[in-house]
């Protein structure tokens, strides 16, 4: 296994690992944005008001794409071990 399969195989496991975990940071980035104006009209300085907002929609995230999440994974895992050969043969 030579640098550039390495690299790609690299590249490969960041992008699904970014995508896999863009609705729940997604969604806890715009239930912060939503508690930070909540607490900006109405002056409440508390810091832990956002804590269970946010697990609540990453939770709620979690399980409306977790078939997605799940299919993307297996489909990465599937086609790095069914590539293994090929990755084998070029050296």
Do not use: H, Y
């Not at 806890?28 to 900006?40: C, D, E, K």
């Not at 929609?57 to 799940?70: D, E, R």
């Amino acid at each position: 296994m030579g640098i550039e399969s390495f690299s790609e195989i690299s590249n490969q496991a960041i992008k699904v690992t970014l995508l896999i975990s863009s609705p729940m940071l997604l969604g806890a980035l715009l239930m912060g944005i939503l508690v930070s104006l909540f607490q900006a009209v109405t002056q409440i300085n508390e810091q832990t008001l956002s804590f269970i907002p946010k697990i609540i929609v990453i939770v709620g995230a979690m399980v409306i794409c977790a078939p997605w999440m799940s299919d993307t994974l297996t489909d990465f895992t599937k086609d790095l071990i069914i590539n293994i050969p090929n990755m084998v043969a070029r050296n």
